[in-house]
């Protein structure tokens, strides 16, 4: 592997990443994951999240990742509330998220890591994709709009594993 003082190419910067993350989970295994409590929390941009989103998940800028996954930043997500929470990112393909779980581990958040395969292989694999909202609405009744609402789960928030164990797994799956 490349020193400090020596330019790294993508690849071996990603596998150097890669090296750091504690598992990176398949859809099955994250969604499996999510029901027992850990926290999905998509980077994609705004146009690949045209492609749906995964019910439960918080939807977090790659922008502003690190200061809303901080949790002694003032700027936190309300979710993030402990170093040792299970965070698993989801990005389109799983690289750009296996990047970001990197910087985050650098932050001390010791169980992040990301969805081998991004949002293509968890849809792929049949896995519950739902609409993504039209611009500027919050249905959830969260003042905070990066979190996406579970299916069947109450305006105000609540009942995320509940969420996604309910739905059926078939491929191309929609709501």
């Not at 090296?19 to 859809?27: E, F, G, I, N």
């Not at 958040?109 to 694999?125: M, P, R, S, Y």
């Amino acid at each position: 592997m490349a020193g400090r003082d020596t330019p790294m190419t993508i690849d071996e910067l990603l596998a150097q990443a890669r090296a750091m993350l504690p598992h990176r989970p398949t859809p099955a295994e994250a969604l499996h994951a999510q029901v027992r409590g850990a926290l999905l929390v998509d980077i994609r941009g705004d146009s690949q999240r045209r492609d749906g989103l995964i019910p439960a998940a918080i939807v977090v800028p790659r922008n502003s990742l690190e200061w809303r996954c901080d949790p002694a930043s003032e700027g936190r997500h309300p979710a993030i509330t402990r170093w040792d929470l299970h965070i698993i990112l989801i990005c389109h393909q799983g690289y750009q998220s296996s990047l970001a779980a990197a910087t985050l581990q650098h932050l001390g958040l010791i169980h992040a890591t990301d969805l081998d395969g991004g949002f293509t292989a968890w849809a792929a694999a049949g896995l519950p994709v739902i609409a993504p909202l039209p611009a500027g609405q919050d249905p959830s009744g969260n003042p905070h709009p990066d979190r996406s609402p579970g299916i069947g789960e109450p305006v105000g928030g609540g009942q995320r594993a509940a969420a996604a164990a309910s739905f059926p797994t078939r491929p191309g799956f929609r709501l």
